[in-house]
């Protein structure tokens, strides 16, 4: 396996949209979602750049990651990208990307509980948003 410590931002994020994504898709399924159409428009409020930079804002604001985890958030939104931002400022995508190689750091270095705990604080705090 890759060394996670060594990888730049951007491999970390790729790692990091997958899994997130996959906690999101298991929980709509466990919502009793089934419509394709209805799942991906609902996993938008999930996933979205837009939705990932405020759930970091969340995060700093409730000071709820360790420097470590800091340190992969910045590796990732300081990370050089040679896409562009899809409806979203470059800044909202930057920021998306941090939380992505965040995603990317907890799952490659093994920390399952860690991203369990993280991913259900997100979905939780999406779901309150959108109440």
């Given at each position: 396996m890759a060394n996670y410590e060594q990888m730049n931002g951007i491999a970390l994020a790729y790692m990091g949209d997958a899994i997130y994504e996959v906690y999101v898709r298991r929980h709509l399924l466990d919502q009793g979602l089934t419509k394709p159409n209805k799942l991906h428009h609902t996993a938008t409020h999930y996933v979205s750049a837009k939705a990932q930079a405020f759930l970091i804002d969340k995060m700093k604001a409730q000071n709820l990651l360790s420097e470590t985890e800091q340190a992969y958030f910045h590796r990732g939104r300081n990370a050089k990208s040679y896409t562009s931002a899809k409806?979203?400022?470059?800044?909202?995508?930057?920021?998306?990307?941090g939380f992505e190689a965040l995603f990317g750091y907890l799952y490659l270095s093994g920390q399952k509980d860690r991203l369990d705990e993280?991913?259900?604080?997100?979905?939780?705090?999406?779901?309150e948003e959108k109440a």
């Open positions: 409806n979203t400022s470059v800044v909202t995508y930057r920021i998306s990307t993280l991913a259900a604080w997100c979905i939780k705090t999406v779901e």
